[in-house]
Nanobody, 121 residues
Framework: QVQLVESGGGLVQAGGSLRLSCAAS????????MGWYRQAPGKQRDLVAS???????NYVDSVKGRFMISTDNAKKTVHLHMNSLDPEHPAVYYC???????????????WGQGTQVTVSS
């Protein structure tokens, strides 16, 4: 069974840092991209950062220079290092992994259960 397990969320003061981690298990084939998304109450889920298996990272403009995404391909784990966090409405951060059983098969996606991040002012 394909599964993503997230950890590292919690409450932090404004200006502080958190590191989110996401470990994938049960994936047969190759991970192509892993990413982190954020969803505030009543709003859509938006991409925060993603990274390919080759190490190419992509960030939403609002977190550039403050967040860093990294991956350990051997351990099928992705981390999101969040620095200089701003007070904001509570948000749940979700991990997503895209993978292929083989190069000729469609890319499939799996989501984690989400981890709550709250920044206090």
């Amino acid at each position: 069974q394909v599964q993503l397990v997230e950890s590292g969320g919690g409450l932090v003061q404004a200006g502080g840092s958190l590191r989110l981690s996401c470990a994938a298990s049960g994936i047969i084939g190759r991970l192509t991209t892993m990413g982190w998304y954020r969803q505030a109450p009543g709003k859509q889920r938006d991409l925060v950062a993603s990274i390919t298996s080759g190490g190419s990272a992509n960030y939403v403009d609002s977190v550039k220079g403050r967040f860093m995404i990294s991956t350990d391909n051997a351990k099928k784990t992705v981390h999101l290092h969040m620095n200089s966090l701003d007070p904001e409405h509570p948000a749940v951060y979700y991990c997503k992994a895209d993978f292929q059983l083989s190069p000729l098969t469609p890319v499939r996606s799996v989501w984690g259960q989400g981890t709550q991040v709250t920044v206090s002012s």
